[in-house]
C-alpha cells in the first residue's frame, strides 16, 4: 500500500489490484478442489471397501452351517474360495484381502495384507466397519472389516495411494498459480493501459485550457461510458466557464463604458473652465454638472458594490419586521411627482396592511426602481398602476404601465447588468442599465422573484411576489383591501 502511494499511478494500482484478486481466487479455487478431491476420494474408497466386504461375507454365508460355525484353514470349501478368488482378480493388485477365524487365524489371504490391530471380531456388528490401520512399516491403510458367522472379512487399501493424488494436485496447482500471475500483471497492465489511454488524452487538452484557449474542447467519446461521460461534463465545465468569461469581458467593458461617460463631461468641463475663468453664474453651473455627474458615478459604484457583494454572499441581510403598504404609500406621492411633468395618471390598488420580512431601504429601492422604469418608458398622458394583494403566503405587488413595451427577445435578458434594450433612448432617459439587476437580487434575497409580462406599444407589468412574514401570515384576508 505504501509503495502503490510512491507509485502514484493509477495503471500500477490497478494491475496490482487485478493480479493480487486473480491470485486470491486462484488460491480459494485451488483448496476448494483440493478439499472436494480429499473428500470425493475417500468417500468413493470406503463405498468401494464397502461393497467389496459385503460382497465376499454374502459368499461365506452360503458356506454349509456345519462348517461355518468351526473353520479352520483349509475347510473352507473350495468352491466358495475359488468365487472369491475370481471375484478378487477383477480388484486392483492394492487392494489386500484376508479371511480369519473366530481364533484370529488366517483362513484365506490375497496380497501382502498389512501386519497390525485389526478389529477385533467381536467388537464388529452387523455392518462393515471402516477404520485406519497403521502397519509395522508405519504405513497407513484404510480398512474395512465385516464378521459373517465366525468368520471375519478384512480388505486393506493404502492410503498412500490417494496422498499422492491430492499431492500431485496440489503440486500442479502450485505450479500453475506463479504462471496465472504472469498472465495477470501482464494481461491486467496491457487492459490498465487501453483504459487510460483516453485519459491521457484529456489530461493533455485540458492541461491547455486557460483564458485564450477556452473554446477548445475534448473530442467527445462514440461510447457514452463513464470516460465519455467524464468528456461531456469537462466540456460542459469550459463552455460555462468560457460564457462566464465573455459575461465578465464584456461586464467589465460596460462598467469602463458607464463611467467613461461622466467622466469625459466632468473632465471637458474642467478643462473648459480652466481655459477660460468662469463668472459667478457659470461657476454655479460648473458645480452643479459636477455635482449631477458625480453623484451618477457613486450611484453606479454603489450598485456595483451591492451586487458584487451579493455574488460573493457577503451582502448584508437585514431581517426586519416591513409595512409594505405605507412604503407603497410614500412610492405613490414620488412617482406623482416624477409623473407630472410627463402628464402620467398614477394609481395604488388594494394594498392591504402585509408585513414582510426584510431589509426596508433595499425594498423601497426596489419598488423605486419598477416605478421610476415605469414612468420613464411611459410616454405623455398613460398610465401607472401600482397594486399589491396578497394570495395565500404570498404578496404580489405589481407595477404596470402604458408604455412602449418591451420586444419579446429582451424579456429574458432585461435582468443583466447593463443591459438595455435601447441604449441610447435609455441613457437618455437617465437609466444606469442596473436598476432591474439589483432589483431581482433584491427580491431573491427575500426569498421573492419577479415576473414580467410587457408587449410592444401596449405596455409591460412588472410583479414582484415575495413571502409574507410569519407573523402576519394569519393576519390579513386576501384581497382586502
Ligand atoms: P435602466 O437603468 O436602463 O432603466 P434597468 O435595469 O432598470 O436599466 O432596465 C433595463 C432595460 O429594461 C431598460 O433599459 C429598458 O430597455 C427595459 N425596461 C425596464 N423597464 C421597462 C418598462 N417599464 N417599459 C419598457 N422597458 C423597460
Given at each position: 500500500m505504501i509503495l502503490l502511494r510512491k507509485i502514484r499511478s493509477v495503471r500500477v494500482a490497478l494491475t496490482v489490484w487485478y493480479a493480487g484478486i486473480l491470485l486470491a481466487a486462484f488460491l480459494v479455487f485451488g483448496l476448494a478442489v483440493y478439499f472436494y478431491l480429499h473428500r470425493v476420494l475417500h468417500d468413493a474408497l470406503e463405498s468401494r471397501l464397502t461393497a467389496e466386504v459385503e460382497w465376499i461375507a454374502e459368499e461365506i454365508s452360503r458356506i454349509p452351517a456345519g462348517i461355518r460355525l468351526t473353520p479352520t484353514l483349509g475347510d473352507i470349501p473350495l468352491e466358495t474360495r475359488q468365487n472369491i478368488e475370481d471375484h478378487l482378480d477383477l480388484l486392483p493388485r492394492n487392494f489386500s484381502v484376508k479371511l480369519t477365524g473366530m481364533d484370529g487365524k488366517d483362513l484365506f489371504r490375497r496380497g501382502s495384507f498389512?501386519?497390525?490391530?485389526?478389529?477385533?471380531?467381536?467388537?464388529?456388528?452387523?455392518r462393515p466397519t471402516i477404520y485406519t490401520l497403521e502397519s509395522a512399516s508405519e504405513e497407513v491403510y484404510s480398512v474395512a472389516s465385516h464378521k459373517r458367522e465366525r468368520i471375519t472379512v478384512h480388505i486393506a487399501f493404502p492410503e498412500k495411494r490417494i496422498r499422492n493424488v491430492l499431492r500431485h494436485?496440489?503440486?500442479?496447482?502450485?505450479t500453475l498459480a506463479p504462471a496465472a500471475l504472469v498472465i495477470a500483471v501482464w494481461g491486467g497492465w496491457i487492459v490498465a493501459g487501453r483504459v487510460l489511454r483516453p485519459i491521457g488524452r484529456i489530461t493533455r487538452i485540458a492541461s491547455r485550457f486557460s483564458a485564450q484557449t477556452l473554446n477548445e474542447r475534448i473530442p467527445e467519446r462514440r461510447v457514452d461510458d463513464e470516460l465519455g461521460k467524464l468528456i461531456k461534463t469537462l466540456n460542459l465545465g469550459a463552455s460555462r466557464l468560457e460564457a462566464s468569461f465573455e459575461q465578465m469581458k464584456l461586464f467589465s467593458m460596460n462598467v469602463a463604458h458607464e463611467l467613461k461617460t461622466p467622466l469625459t463631461v466632468l473632465r471637458g468641463e474642467a478643462e473648459l473652465a480652466l481655459g477660460n475663468p468662469p463668472d459667478a453664474e457659470k461657476s454655479r453651473e460648473l458645480a452643479e454638472t459636477f455635482l449631477e455627474e458625480t453623484v451618477r458615478i457613486s450611484l453606479i459604484v454603489d450598485d456595483l458594490l451591492?451586487?458584487?457583494?451579493?455574488?460573493?454572499?457577503?451582502?448584508e441581510v437585514i431581517h426586519e419586521p416591513v409595512e409594505l403598504a405605507g412604503i407603497l404609500e410614500d412610492?405613490?406621492?414620488?412617482?406623482?411627482?416624477?409623473?407630472q411633468e410627463k402628464s402620467l395618471r398614477v394609481e395604488l390598488q388594494e394594498n392591504p396592511p402585509i408585513t414582510v420580512s426584510g431589509d426596508e431601504t433595499r425594498l423601497r429601492r426596489l419598488f423605486r426602481s419598477l416605478v421610476s422604469n415605469a414612468v420613464r418608458f411611459t410616454d405623455n398622458g398613460g398610465l401607472i398602476r401600482i397594486c399589491s394583494r396578497r394570495e395565500g403566503e404570498e404578496v404580489r405587488v405589481s407595477v404596470e404601465d402604458t408604455g412602449i413595451g418591451?420586444?419579446?427577445?429582451?424579456?429574458?435578458?432585461?435582468?443583466?447588468?447593463?443591459?438595455?434594450?435601447?441604449?441610447?433612448?435609455?441613457?437618455?432617459?437617465?437609466?444606469?442599465?442596473?436598476?432591474l439587476s439589483l432589483a431581482k437580487w433584491i427580491a431573491e434575497s427575500h426569498g421573492g422573484r419577479i415576473e414580467v409580462a410587457s408587449e410592444v406599444g401596449r405596455g409591460s407589468r412588472f410583479e414582484v411576489i415575495l413571502p409574507v412574514a410569519g407573523d402576519s401570515a394569519t393576519g390579513s384576508s386576501p384581497g382586502s383591501s
Open positions: 498389512p501386519s497390525g490391530n485389526l478389529v477385533t471380531s467381536t467388537l464388529l456388528g452387523g494436485t496440489l503440486v500442479i496447482l502450485f451591492t451586487l458584487a457583494k451579493g455574488d460573493a454572499g457577503q451582502a412610492l405613490l406621492d414620488e412617482a406623482q411627482i416624477l409623473a418591451i420586444p419579446a427577445d429582451s424579456v429574458a435578458k432585461i435582468f443583466d447588468r447593463f443591459y438595455r434594450v435601447d441604449q441610447a433612448r435609455s441613457r437618455e432617459r437617465g437609466g444606469s442599465g442596473l436598476g
